[in-house]
């Protein structure tokens, strides 16, 4: 990484039209991905060329703009973020902010599949806590739900994250006939092993081979079916981001729902996404987009840099449009969860 200059915060907080304070930012580092998961991408993906790609020194910059500009909470994501070549770097570099209290929190999710390799690293760095997306604990279904993925390679990625102190939170998303009776084992794993665990809808983004409304599992059904020999308490817990928790009396654990269909969460929503390229989407079920990219290169300065963020902040929606049911059978919006970020 280059020579970094120091941040000087701005005063004035980014609010949106609805009055919601924007302080948690989710910034995908890259669209690629060493899985192909059924529910997220098509198996035959055409990636975005390198010179679209931001470098790790113009996310450090703009990452830093949004700090500068009240947010407290970064998340990196992918695709899979750790596919990227030189990440740790750019960990390292963002780490400075977790350092002088201008970040709360420099968190990342990933399918675990390189953990083994950097979860030291991120401790280092001042990573505290992670998201690993795990679907199932069944090594064939594992297989078929993410093409490409190895799941003894994930289990040695926990274990490594665990050993060096980071405290794992795993994601599972619902899918109907799929993993739809492994629930009870997810949750008696990821308490077993002191980790919660976050159930997530399936989201209508970007096409895909398969047909959603064969996918879609409400959490609702979920959750009712759980209860029949869970006991679920509801509690105030909250990670900065959208789920609803409940904690399960027989683990102790805490169980997370995720639910942008069936009960979504946009009148909280405090975050914002930005893609590899550079472009920021004020909500992720909504095509409206600002370009960052253009002003980040066009001046040393940050200058038009925040003006842009303001701006497009001053254009974020009330909420998203979401729907999976036989009348909707094309996705929301065109873009993959791997573009935008998870």
């Known amino acids: 990484m280059n020579q970094i200059v120091p941040l000087v915060a701005e005063t004035t907080p980014m609010v949106d039209p609805f009055g919601r304070s924007i302080t948690y930012l989710r910034v995908s580092v890259t669209d ?24 790790l020194e113009e996310l450090d910059r703009l990452c830093s703009a949004f700090i500068a500009k009240g ?66 604990l069944d090594p064939a279904r594992f297989r078929q739900i993410t093409r490409w993925g190895d799941l003894d390679k994930v289990m ?7 050993a060096a102190g980071l405290k794992v939170k795993l994601n599972a998303v619902a899918l109907k006939g799929v993993n739809e009776n492994e629930i009870d084992d997810l949750i008696r794993f990821a308490h077993g092993r002191g980790m919660d665990l976050t159930l997530i809808e399936t989201m209508p983004l970007g096409e895909i081979e398969l047909d959603r409304t064969e996918q879609y599992l409400p959490l609702s059904t979920v959750r009712s079916r759980l209860e029949e020999h869970w006991t679920l308490k509801d509690i105030p817990y909250k990670t900065g981001g959208p789920a ?52 980040l290169r066009a001046s ?41 970020g998870g």
């Open 32 to 55: 690629r991905c060493d899985f192909r998961c059924v529910y997220c991408m098509a198996e035959d993906m055409t990636f975005l060329p390198k010179r679209d790609v931001l470098s």
């Open 71 to 136: 947010v407290r909470r970064l998340r990196l994501t992918g695709g899979e973020p750790l596919v990227r070549r030189n990440i740790m770097s750019l960990v390292r570099s963002l780490g400075r902010h977790l350092d002088s209290g201008y970040l709360d929190e420099l968190t990342l999710t990933t399918n675990g599949s390189q953990l083994s390799r950097f979860a030291g690293e991120l401790a280092d760095a001042g990573v505290r806590r992670i998201n690993v997306s795990i679907d199932t």
């Open 156 to 162: 040695a990625g926990l274990d490594a994250a665990q």
């Open 244 to 295: 609803r928790y409940v904690e399960v009396a027989e683990t102790g654990g805490r169980l997370g729902f995720i639910t942008p269909l069936t009960h979504n969460f946009c009148e909280s929503c405090n975050r914002v996404r930005v893609t590899c390229t550079g472009t920021l989407f004020m909500c992720l079920g909504q095509e409206d987009a600002t370009d960052l990219r253009a002003p």
């Open 300 to 340: 040393e300065s940050d200058a038009l840099l925040s003006a842009a963020i303001d701006e497009a902040i001053g254009r974020k929606p009330k909420g998203h449009d979401f729907v999976i049911d036989r009348d909707h059978r094309r996705p929301a919006v065109a873009r993959h969860m791997s573009m935008t």
